[in-house]
C-alpha cells in the first residue's frame, strides 16, 4: 500500500527536544498529528516509526522519542497528498514550524491542540476527498 497517513501522536508533558537540524524545538504538551508520504509503502514506513530504540532518521522520530503514537490514519493513493493535507490542517490547528517538510514549501507537517485531534482530522480528510482508514486506535 502506498500513499500518505497521519500520526496521531500525545506528548504527556512539555518537552524541548533536539530534532536535528531544526536544533531545539519547545514541544507543548497535547496532542499531534503528524503527516507523512510513504510512496515506497506505508507498511515499512509505520514499522520504522513504532519501533522502540531506533536511530532517528525523520524529523518525528526526535519526537516519537518522548511521545506515544495513539492511532494512524491511512490514506491509500497513488498520489503524492501530503501537502494537501497539511494545508488543509494548518487552517484547523497551530503548528510547529519547519517541522518534517524540508523536502516541500509548505510551513510545517506537524500540528497540534490541547484535545484529541482524532475526529477533526478525519472530517478534514473526507472534506478533502480522501477515504481515511484509521489503521489502529490505542486509546
Keep these: ?8 501522536v500525545q506528548l504527556p508533558e512539555k518537552q524541548t527536544i533536539t530534532v536535528g537540524s531544526l536544533k531545539d524545538i519547545h514541544f507543548p ?12 509503502g506505508i507498511k515499512s514506513r509505520l514499522s520504522h516509526h513504532c519501533k522502540q530504540s531506533k ?9 516519537l522519542q518522548k511521545a506515544s503514537i495513539n492511532g494512524v490514519i491511512l490514506c491509500e493513493t497513488r498520489d503524492r497528498v501530503e501537502c494537501a493535507i497539511a494545508q488543509a490542517l494548518s487552517h484547523q490547528f497551530d503548528s510547529i514550524p519547519r517541522f518534517g517538510c524540508s523536502d516541500c514549501r509548505c510551513q510545517s507537517h506537524l500540528f497540534f491542540a490541547t484535545k484529541g485531534m482524532k475526529s477533526e482530522v478525519i472530517a478534514i480528510l473526507n472534506r478533502l476527498g480522501m477515504q481515511p482508514r484509521l489503521m489502529q486506535d490505542l486509546n
Design 1 to 8: 500500500m502506498k500513499g500518505s497517513y497521519i500520526l496521531l
Design 29 to 40: 504538551s497535547g496532542y499531534y498529528a503528524y503527516v507523512g508520504s510513504a510512496m515506497g
Design 55 to 63: 536511530r532517528p532518521h525523520w524529523h518525528i522520530d526526535y519526537l
